[in-house]
């Protein structure tokens, strides 16, 4: 057999960017990322059982400035995974596949979260 160089496939030289690729790469990058923002979550919870001293320690670090802004995006990634999520099941179950539909269900999926972030917030300040 010939040794033929062939361009790696899908390769983003031959497609160009489109809001569907983008979307799925965002999926992915928040479900890493809600991994990493688990860890924290365990970080606080072990913190609750470890006394006192721990936790108050904890509570200083996920309430300074840097860690609310980490749990604005954790939370951000949350939301936007569980549209997503969403909207692959509706894919599923056999519905949106055109152009004009896989590009109005990803608007909404963003604005979704983009409304639940901002929603889960604003009620989380309320109650404090």
């Known amino acids: 057999m010939a040794n033929v160089e062939r361009p ?3 390769h983003l030289s031959t497609h160009r960017l489109m809001s569907n690729m983008l979307q799925s790469i965002a999926h992915r990058i ?19 059982a470890a006394g006192p001293d721990a936790f108050q320690t904890a509570q200083a670090v996920i309430g300074s400035i840097l860690g609310r802004l980490v749990l604005f995006g954790w939370s951000a990634a949350l939301f936007y995974h569980l549209c997503s999520g969403i909207r692959h099941l509706v894919w599923d179950a056999g ?15 963003v604005s979704a979260a983009v409304v639940l972030t901002l929603l889960a917030w604003i009620i989380a300040y309320m109650v404090m």
Do not use: D, F, R
Request: glycine share 14%; net charge negative.
């Open 8 to 10: 790696l496939s899908p």
């Open 30 to 48: 928040t479900g890493a990322a809600l991994t990493a923002g688990t860890l924290l979550l365990v970080y606080w919870i072990g913190a609750l």
């Open 95 to 109: 519905y949106g596949y055109s152009v004009e539909a896989t590009n109005l269900s990803g608007m909404i999926t």
